[in-house]
């Protein structure tokens, strides 16, 4: 038996998120399938981010256990040849047999994309929020710094969020723009139900000159659950990568 570590890209807009659910299609039920079939065996992955419906991925990491003969690095060519179009395998290779995707201290990568203008551009409107509204960028990045370094986020998540707490570690936030594309980059030791898009809403409102700068501050020193702005779409959110530290990712 051996582990093999995956790379996992998705265009999330056809999926009902990562994570297997009843009677729905799932990315992480589309990759059970295909290794099932290619592996001639029962293959249950692991992931790494459980991303909601219509969350996209650049980086997302799997793992599953196998006795198939095929080399850990050509895994990710004899599965790519076999799955849809919108979900790619971008590496893979056999680790450890006790490396595990989510249970170890990770550094999680996430950007939400807005597309600022007067009309949409129905080319890329599946991958970003469109906005007509001008947005004030420079405010937008003043502000996501405050939401560098630990606090409580209670605040930005969703209610239902199943957790024991609500302190997380953001290592590194910035809003900047490419032409019309407005992105909101952060990365943290690990994000709550609904954080992202949370965080994103509540910077649009600043960018759209309905709060102030220092308004995150405020949010973050109360501890409590406060307004915040609104949970934006998922599709303009993506994964981009999630890094480990190298003990916890070693090559077999």
């Known amino acids: ?3 093999i570590k995956l790379e996992v ?3 999330g807009t056809n999926y009902c998120g990562w994570q297997i659910q009843p009677n729905d299609i799932t990315v992480q039920g589309v990759l059970n399938k295909h290794l099932s079939e290619l592996l ?3 293959i249950q992955v692991m992931g790494a981010s459980r991303t909601d419906s219509g969350v996209h991925a650049l980086g997302n990491v799997a793992v599953f256990d196998t006795e198939s003969r095929i080399p850990g690095e050509k895994m990710a ?3 790519n040849a076999r799955l849809p ?4 395998i971008q590496s893979s290779k056999e680790v450890a047999p006790d490396f595990h995707p989510r249970f170890q201290e990770t550094r999680k990568t996430y950007e939400y994309t807005f597309y600022n203008a007067t009309y949409d551009n129905p080319v890329t409107s599946r991958h970003h929020h469109f906005v007509y509204v001008p947005l004030n960028v420079d405010k937008m990045n003043e502000a996501a710094k405050y939401f560098e370094g630990k606090h409580c986020f209670i605040s930005m998540c969703s209610i239902k969020a199943q957790t024991t707490t609500y302190v997380r570690t953001i290592y590194h936030c910035e809003v900047f723009q490419h032409g019309r594309y407005i992105i909101m980059r952060v990365t943290g ?3 709550l139900y609904n954080m992202v898009r949370l965080m994103a809403g509540t910077l649009l409102e600043i960018g759209r000159g309905k709060k ?3 308004w995150i501050k405020e949010i973050l020193a109360s501890k409590e659950r406060v307004a915040v702005g609104p949970k934006l779409p998922a599709k303009g959110l993506t994964l981009i990568r999630i890094e480990y530290p190298e003990a916890n990712d070693h090559d077999k």
């Open 1 to 3: 038996m051996k582990r």
């Open 189 to 191: 030791s690990g994000f």
């Open 85 to 88: 179009e919108d979900i790619v």
């Open 40 to 42: 001639g065996e029962e």
């Open 9 to 11: 890209a998705y265009d």
């Open 77 to 79: 060519k004899a599965l």
């Open 212 to 214: 102030e700068v220092d």
